[in-house]
């Protein structure tokens, strides 16, 4: 381990959503290897209760908490302005917090302090702020070293070609973007976030090219212990619990916690990955995301209205 961890020394980590899942798994892995892990999370207790985790398991770690709250523009704002206080370089950036404002609970759309949907709100928007008020530190890293690797943490759920997953015809509906005419859908506005993950993420590629910021999407497949349906209500929760999940596993479908913590380490330092950008990985291995996914004409307008939503000025 000694010897890995003098090939990163002084390399930074920084997680969304590090306290708990898959989030605190691969904080564990990044920290192991040598990396200075940056645990961003809403909740300063459980944040720190995370950190004194990740240095019990191992005592030289380089680990620290920052709060972050995806939910609230000004706490992204502010969190960005806090790490650059610190003036470190940003080697992975792994974004990876995500949420369900309930898929069944026939509540919603609840929505941020910002006024967004939730789900769209801390999974896609307040990280893609988060991202852009840190490209010059991803970019000024990369010359620096070579390399700098962004990690989007998505959901096959996006997919709407796939058996039981966003349905047939499903398409990202720019008037009705966050779902908030008509009946809600809790369901759909969480997989529709997981689309805008990819979408961000390949768009970010193509606009970095060149720079030596690589960035891809992974998805850490069906992970019941994460307790992202947390928002779920009772009955959803035992109906999930007692029959969904044990059907799942028996089918091969779900994944451990430790294997999602895997995906995001593996796509963040694996050597092999070097230079690869644009890409989405299930299971370790490069696969093929929706066709809406790759239409770059979505991903250019998605972009323009995230812009629009955050209140952002992109410099040239």
Known sequence: ?????????DKVCLITGANRGIGLIAAHKYAAAGYEVIMACRDEVKGQEAVGEVQ?????AK??????????LKSVREFVDNFHELKKPLHVLCNNAGMTSGFSNGK??????????????????????MTLLLMDDLKKTASECGEVRVVVTTSSLHDP???????????????????LEGKFDGQLAYKNSKL???????????????????????????????????NEGAVSRFMIGTFLVPLLRWKGVTRTEDQGGEA???AGTDPNLKGKTGGYFRDLK????????????????????????VQHQETK
């Not at 680990?63 to 609230?72: I, N, R, Y």
């Not at 941020?112 to 896609?124: A, P, R, Y």
């Open 1 to 9: 381990m000694a010897e890995g961890q003098k090939d990163v020394n």
């Open 56 to 60: 019990k398991a191992n005592p030289t």
């Open 63 to 72: 680990v620290s908490f920052m709060k972050l709250d995806l939910g609230s």
């Open 108 to 129: 919603g759309p609840f929505k941020t302090e910002d006024g967004f949907e939730v789900t769209f709100g801390i999974n896609h928007l307040g990280h893609f702020l």
């Open 161 to 179: 070609e796939s058996k039981g997953m966003r349905g047939p015809g499903a398409h990202m509906n720019f008037e009705n973007l966050q779902l």
């Open 196 to 230: 805008a993950n990819i979408l961000f993420a390949k768009e970010l590629a193509r606009r970095l090219e060149g720079t030596g910021v690589t960035v891809n999407s992974i998805c850490p497949g069906f992970i019941p212990t994460t307790g992202l349906g947390r």
């Open 264 to 266: 995001i380490y593996h």
């Open 286 to 309: 490069e696969a093929e995301s929706s066709t809406e996914s790759n239409d770059e004409e979505v991903a250019k307008k998605l972009w323009e209205v995230s812009l629009e939503l």
